[in-house]
Nanobody
Framework: QVQLVESGGGLVQAGGSLRLSCAASGSIFSIFSISTMGWYRQAPGKQRELVASITSGGSTNYDDSVKGRFTISRDNAKNTVYLQMNSLKSEDTAVYYC???????WGQGTQVTVSS
């Protein structure tokens, strides 16, 4: 069994910051360090979209809408991936999900609400 548990969401004013964490446990434990991890988000009425991803080697990729504001990182020793979100905008409001790319493993999501 695989568990991905996100935390760190909440309500923040525009311009503020949040740091999301995704801790992996279970059978993924042995493959976390070699897996590409991603943060996705889904706003009401919209499709889920990839926000950022990070490979096992630390290479990162970002959606244009968050470049320069969000930073994805990982700590393989803790089986955890992070998303530092700065200069938040109202359009960043969404449920944020952690995902192991090329698998069916998703977290339950954490709500991020940015007030303008």
């Amino acid at each position: 069994q695989v568990q991905l548990v996100e935390s760190g969401g909440g309500l923040v004013q525009a311009g503020g910051s949040l740091r999301l964490s995704c801790a992996a446990s279970g059978s993924i434990f042995s493959i976390f360090s070699i897996s590409t991890m991603g943060w996705y988000r889904q706003a009401p009425g919209k499709q889920r979209e990839l926000v950022a991803s990070i490979t096992s080697g630390g290479s990162t990729n970002y959606d244009d809408s968050v470049k320069g504001r969000f930073t994805i990182s990982r700590d393989n020793a803790k089986n955890t991936v992070y998303l530092q979100m700065n200069s938040l905008k109202s359009e960043d409001t969404a449920v944020y999900y952690c995902h192991v790319l090329s698998t069916d493993f998703w977290g339950q999501g954490t709500q991020v609400t940015v007030s303008s």
